[in-house]
């Protein structure tokens, strides 16, 4: 299909979404999150696709929701639409590894669309916020849950009631993202990311992606026991025994996802 407001390469393994609405800074709206969340949708059912990056420019990976769309909107137009939870649902709910690669602006929805991803590798100049609090609302794609469940409720609350931005540099100190990197080299450090990832089962991937989730949805118990039962069910596989041989061996694994 053809896509308007995003770019989709597939790369090797790697599928590789950049939104691509550069008047608009990459603000997202209806058009982009459904083009976005139909891609993933097919990079996911993609046998080829054993890892999907999303991205945006060197000065926006997203400037948040688009508020020329939102401005005019009532309560009623936003409720009964769900507005944003039907892209959020699918965004969230991809099964194999989303990394953000992320360079200048990630702010409201696009910080929280950065959250929704796997991991976040960042830009040296990447600025992080939910300035919602400026337009006189909240966030509304995740933003003040899992933004406090990365970085806190300290830091959370500060950002989303003064609306500040956070750079690079105190993102990563404050657990928001994994790697920071010089602006230029962001999308090739999430490409080797991603490439490193294609090696490995794609079985072994999406349950070690079930099994971190899992520890923001329940008790430690409860996600102790899920990660051995997913950690048993790997011994079902070929892969596994694959694996070990490998190590045995000395040398690399060929996993066939099975
Ligand atoms: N929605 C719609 N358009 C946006 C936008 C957004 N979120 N962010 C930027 N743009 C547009 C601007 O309107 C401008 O368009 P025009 O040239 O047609 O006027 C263009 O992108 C370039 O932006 P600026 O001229 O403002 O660029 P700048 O470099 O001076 O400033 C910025 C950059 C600090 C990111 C500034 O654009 C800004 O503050 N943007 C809004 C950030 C924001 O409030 N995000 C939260 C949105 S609400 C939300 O996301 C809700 C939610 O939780 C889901």
């Known amino acids: 299909m053809a896509y308007e407001s995003i770019i989709v390469e597939i790369e090797d393994h790697v599928a590789i979404i950049t939104l691509n609405r550069p008047d608009a800074l990459n603000a997202l709206n209806s058009q982009l999150l459904q083009e976005l969340s139909k891609a993933l949708g097919e990079a996911d059912a993609n046998d080829k696709v054993r890892c999907i990056i999303i991205t945006g420019s060197a000065k926006a990976f997203a400037a948040g929701a688009d508020i020329k769309e939102m401005s005019d909107k009532s309560f009623v137009d936003m409720y009964m639409s769900d507005y944003f939870e039907p892209a959020m649902r699918t965004i969230s709910n991809v099964r194999k590894p989303v990394i953000a690669a992320v360079a200048g602006y990630a702010l409201g929805g696009g910080c929280e669309l950065a959250m929704m991803c796997d991991f976040i590798i960042a830009g040296e100049n990447a600025k992080f916020g939910q300035p919602e609090i400026n337009l006189g609302v909240i966030a509304g794609m995740g933003g003040t849950q899992r933004l406090t469940r990365y970085v806190g409720k300290a830091k959370a ?34 490409r080797q990311a991603a490439e490193k990832i294609s090696e490995k089962s794609l079985l072994a991937s999406i349950a070690a992606k079930q099994a971190v989730n899992r520890s923001y949805e329940t008790t430690q118990e409860e996600g102790l026991l899920f990660e051995r039962r997913l950690f048993h069910s790997l011994f079902a596989t070929e892969d596994q025994k694959e ?9 690399s694994p060929q996993f066939r996802d099975r």
Not at 167 to 175: L, P, Q, V, W, Y
Not at 176 to 189: H, I, T, W
Not at 243 to 251: T, V
């Open 157 to 190: 609350m500060d950002m989303h009631l003064t609306g500040r931005f956070m750079d690079a540099e105190e993102a990563e100190r404050s657990g928001l993202v994994s790697r920071v990197v010089p602006p230029k080299k962001v999308l090739e450090e999430a």
């Open 243 to 251: 694996g070990m041989s490998a190590f045995l061996e000395k040398r």
